[in-house]
């Protein structure tokens, strides 16, 4: 049982736009940053998002972050195949949970 | 270019014991936390404790507490996991990342550990 919720899969066509949620609670989300971290099949995550809605350099602008109250979400825009991975939010715990805790993971299909 | 290198894969047996290596590189290592995160065959991502090479403050997830030991060689810039004794549930990804300012930015390639009678 993760920390952070996220629904198990999404999926989108080419060129859609997908919102990825991520729900916590008053320790985490709702008082600390939150990263998104791609994970393409067989490789490490990848940071994708951080402190809620920043790009690292190199990260397309297609994706952004957002955060209110509790809860995170990821969206992504012109959807490409390549996009195609495992997305996980993370954010800092106040409680003995953490400091690092992270959703469940959300499956990305493009259709 | 900030980059953090795992050791090999391993295959274990129940009750043998581990030690698996993480080299970072590109950076003042002892200024940043490293992180180790367990991810079992297709699940999620999991905490299991991070230490500060600097001062070697380490923190455990309380799941993790007494199971394995995270300990670094500032002189290598090395951060290491072990077990004790290993059990088939260990099986699983494992993986260590440098904690930015909150959070981890880089992650290294990761070790798969592979526990069998």
């Known amino acids: 049982q993760s920390v952070l919720t996220q629904a198990p899969s999404a999926s989108g066509t080419p060129g859609q736009r997908v919102i990825i949620s991520c729900s916590g609670s008053s320790s985490n989300i709702g008082s600390n940053v939150v990263n998104w971290y791609q994970q393409l099949p067989g490789t490490a995550p990848k940071l994708l998002i951080y402190s809620n809605n920043r790009r690292p350099s190199g990260v397309p602008d297609r994706f952004s972050g957002s955060k209110s109250g509790t809860s995170a979400s990821l969206a992504i825009s012109g959807l490409q195949s390549e996009d195609e991975a495992d997305y996980y939010c993370?954010?800092?715990?106040?409680?003995?949970?953490?400091?690092?805790?992270f959703g469940g993971g959300t499956k990305l299909t493009v259709l | 270019e900030v980059q953090l290198v795992q050791s090999g894969a391993e295959v274990k047996k129940p009750g043998e014991s581990l030690k698996m290596s993480c080299k970072g590189s590109?950076?003042?290592?002892?200024?940043?936390?490293i992180g180790w995160v367990r991810q079992m065959p297709g699940k999620g991502l999991e905490w299991m404790g991070t230490i500060y090479p600097g001062d070697s403050d380490t923190r455990y997830s309380p799941s993790f507490q007494g199971q394995v030991t995270i300990s670094a060689d500032n002189s290598i810039s090395t951060a290491y996991l072990q077990w004790s004794s290993l059990k088939a549930s260990d099986t699983a990804i494992y993986y260590c990342?440098?904690?930015?300012?909150?959070?981890?930015?880089?992650w290294g390639q990761g070790t798969l550990v592979t526990v069998s009678s």
């Open positions: 990342a440098r904690q930015g300012a909150w959070l981890p930015d880089y």
């Open positions: 590109g950076y003042d290592f002892t200024t940043y936390w």
């Open positions: 993370a954010a800092w715990d106040d409680n003995l949970n953490g400091p690092w805790v």
